[in-house]
């Protein structure tokens, strides 16, 4: 597979940025995508969700007040990705709405839609968010909204 560079363009990445700053709009929860190439040999034994739980504290999501971060981590040389909810939304949210969010998401990415697969992931989440984690009237952006791409 392709480096992460040449499957998702700066143009790209900007785009779902901008999602990720739109979606948030509606929301106190906080989104972050992140994109990895490979493994490292350090990774190799961890499971997909092992390794989104990993992303997801070296991003800084673990410190959101009332732990509503979402991350959409993508393993490029698996084809794999997961969505990974903090404990204050995964708590209220129906069982089968993240799975339901990732088969949209594939369907894009087997017609090679890799950007609007992630920005419809993104803004769908966004949706879920701001169901369960309306935006307040003081709702600082805690986290950076740009694509975190390795």
């Known amino acids: 597979m392709s480096h992460p560079k040449k499957i998702f363009s700066d143009a790209d990445a900007a785009a779902i940025a901008h999602a990720i700053t739109e979606a948030e709009k509606t929301t ?8 990895r190439q490979r493994r490292t040999r350090g990774e190799r034994k961890l499971t997909l969700e092992q ?10 999501m673990t410190k959101t007040q009332g ?6 981590f993508l393993l490029l040389e698996d084809r794999q990705f997961y969505i990974l909810a903090d404990e ?3 708590s209220k949210v129906d069982e089968g709405t993240w799975a339901r969010i990732a088969m949209e998401m594939s369907g894009h990415f087997s017609r090679k839609q890799f950007r609007e697969g992630v920005i419809f992931g993104v ?7 701001s ?6 009237r003081k709702d600082p952006n805690e986290l950076s909204n740009e694509v975190d791409i390795r």
């Open 67 to 72: 732990k509503t971060g979402i991350l959409i």
């Open 28 to 35: 106190a929860g906080e989104i972050r995508v992140g994109i």
């Open 51 to 60: 390794m989104a739980r990993k992303e997801f504290h070296e991003l800084g």
């Open 131 to 136: 169901k369960h984690v309306p935006a307040g």
């Open 88 to 90: 204050g939304i995964h």
């Open 123 to 129: 803004q769908s989440v966004g949706h879920v968010l």
